[in-house]
């Protein structure tokens, strides 16, 4: 549509309420008079630079994080453009606010602070009519859908339909991230019903009230829901997230092979810490081949970080079966080894055999990791025991506290680095403050998947690939671990700043691209310049002029 005919349909006060097109106190006085707004906005023209002053004031004065949410959401709501100008150039002070820790209380609360929704419901009463419900959607171009089911939103467990911040948390990154343009981005909330007691006796609760459907019923629902929103919106990349662990193994399972849809927990998080792995070997000199992972935890982040390493060794040489002694895990029975008894499908490779361990602070003792691994959604599991012997065991231990939020962390940064006399090559997956100890000071890496899924979404969309294969994951573990400098290193920190996401993502993007056009994954005849061709495709949060 030309910005003419698009003036011409917005004439008047819609304008001022089209989030997309509008541009507030930014309006000139030509745009005021073609558009019919005279008179509707304050007089004095502001520039979007002025305008970002005003909002990062507005935030900055408000007395908690999830007030600043609030704001933030509610400018999302008024004005994207301005949303995603301050979120791109403050993205280290902005990203915890729209994405995790904040995300996780908006999720815990979302009943209560709800006003205006943003993205679709999806639920049992819908089967048969989840095509009509897509089509009511106002954005007929989705190119990247965010679903959940709600049930494990973070490390938060059941939040049913209150998991829906999730989604439109993430699709704001992919925004301000990698540039998907904001009216691509659908976020959707499958809410088949929530087991959380809580929310079920809360009367502000807003999702479906009834405990969860499974079996047959769930299958066919997603079933639909996927095939709708292929026929829907062809091409469109579906990412998974915060499902429930079995459902995620095997949704993930069942339709990659399929559709253009990846598991962000598994894959996304996978890559995030290998690419954080490799970083670190680059402190401590040694060879991935050398390491011994210890995971706490064997859901989706812990299978899916401990397949990506297999890939990764794999890739270098070794057999699937020695790769796999690489990595061990503890869950909720203690050390998972082969002789346990019954196992699932996704631990069942990492079942080696072991003396048993019931604690993890034995499994730490009895198998010497070179590095830890906390996937687990279990505050304070990384006590100060487990930090020092990992500490007697290695030079530099590594220690990546991945469980979010900030408050299900298995240690803190300030933990890690103290009891580890500073030698801990630490990462978590919510964002901690430096820690300053006499001279020195620790920057803490953030192995959020974040480094990750916008740069693998635009790839994908960018080439039309067909499907995302865990080729373009490793890949883009190894371009995000390339973009770490010896600058970050030696702030002990093992991924790239925040503020060059946009880069890393782009980068990443031609990465996935190239695989995609390479391997036949794609119909579209393979560009000249890939990174120009990704950059071309990426949103910049600009007003349009309208006159
Ligand atoms: O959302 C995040 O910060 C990372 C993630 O996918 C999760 O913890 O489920
Ligand atoms: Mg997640």
Redesign the pocket.
């Known amino acids: 549509m030309s910005e003419l005919s698009a003036s011409k349909m917005h004439q008047g006060v819609k304008i001022l309420h089209d989030p997309i097109r509008n541009k507030s106190t930014a309006f000139t006085d030509a745009e005021r008079d073609a558009l019919k707004l005279r008179g509707l906005l304050p007089p004095r023209i502001h520039s979007l630079a002025e305008q970002e002053m005003r909002v990062l004031g507005a935030i900055r004065s408000k007395v908690n994080d999830l007030e600043r949410y609030l704001y933030l959401i509610g400018l999302q709501d008024r004005n994207e453009t301005l949303f995603y100008r301050v979120l791109m150039n403050h993205i280290e002070e902005m990203m915890p606010l729209v ?2 820790p904040t995300v996780g209380k908006a999720c815990q609360e979302f009943g209560h602070i709800y006003r205006i929704p943003r993205g679709l419901y999806i639920g049992p009463s819908d089967r048969g009519h989840i095509r009509e419900v897509l089509d009511n959607w106002p954005h007929k171009n989705a190119r990247i859908i965010v679903v959940t089911d709600g049930e494990r939103i ?2 938060l467990g059941d939040l049913g339909a209150n998991g829906m911040g ?1 989604p439109i948390g ?1 699709l704001s990154l992919y925004t301000a991230c990698a540039g998907i343009h904001p009216t691509q981005c659908l976020p959707v909330m499958l809410d088949v019903g929530t087991n959380n007691e809580e929310l079920l006796n809360d009367p502000l609760y807003n999702g479906v009230e009834r405990r969860r459907i499974r079996g047959e019923q769930y299958d066919a629902l997603v079933d639909e829901f996927i095939t709708a929103a292929q026929d829907m919106f062809p091409g469109v990349l579906i990412q998974l ?2 499902f429930g662990n079995a459902n995620a193994f095997r949704l993930l399972q069942q339709y990659r092979q399929k559709t253009c849809l990846f598991d ?2 598994i894959q ?2 996978g890559a995030v810490a290998l690419a954080g792995i490799i970083s670190a070997l680059r402190i401590t000199g040694g060879e991935l081949s050398d390491q011994r992972l210890l995971f706490l935890g064997a859901g989706e982040a812990g299978i899916g970080i401990a397949d990506t390493v297999v890939a990764a060794l794999v890739d270098e040489g070794m057999s699937v079966e020695k790769a796999r002694q690489h990595c061990w895990f503890v869950d909720s029975k203690g050390l998972v080894v082969s002789d346990r008894g019954e196992i699932s499908a996704s631990k069942r490779p990492y079942a080696h055999k072991h003396a048993a361990a019931g604690s993890f602070i034995e499994a730490v003792k009895a198998l010497q990791p070179t590095a830890i691994i906390g996937v687990s959604g279990q505050a304070g599991a990384f006590s100060r025991e487990v930090i020092e012997v990992m500490g007697e065991i290695n030079q530099r231990p590594i220690i990546f506290a991945l469980s ?1 939020p900030t408050s299900k962390a298995e240690c803190s940064a300030e933990q890690a680095y103290d009891w580890s006399q500073g030698q801990a090559i630490f990462a978590s ?2 964002p901690f403050e430096p820690v300053e100890r006499g001279s020195r000071t620790f920057v803490p890496g953030q192995g ?3 480094y990750i899924f916008p740069g693998v979404g635009l790839g994908a969309v960018a080439s039309r690939a067909r499907r995302v294969t865990d080729e373009m994951f490793l890949r883009a573990a190894r371009t995000l671990a390339e973009q770490v400098t010896d600058q970050d290193l030696e702030l002990g920190r093992i991924y790239p700043s925040l503020s060059r996401i946009r880069d890393v993502s782009a980068l990443i993007a031609r990465d996935v691209a190239a695989i995609a056009y390479s391997q036949g994954l794609s119909d579209r005849e393979e560009p000249e310049d890939i990174m120009a061709d990704i950059e071309s495709q990426m949103f910049q949060p600009v007003y349009p002029h309208y006159a």
């Open positions: 994405y995790t973070l490390g999730i993430k997230e915060d962000d927990d996304g998080t979010n997956g919510s959020n998947n974040a």
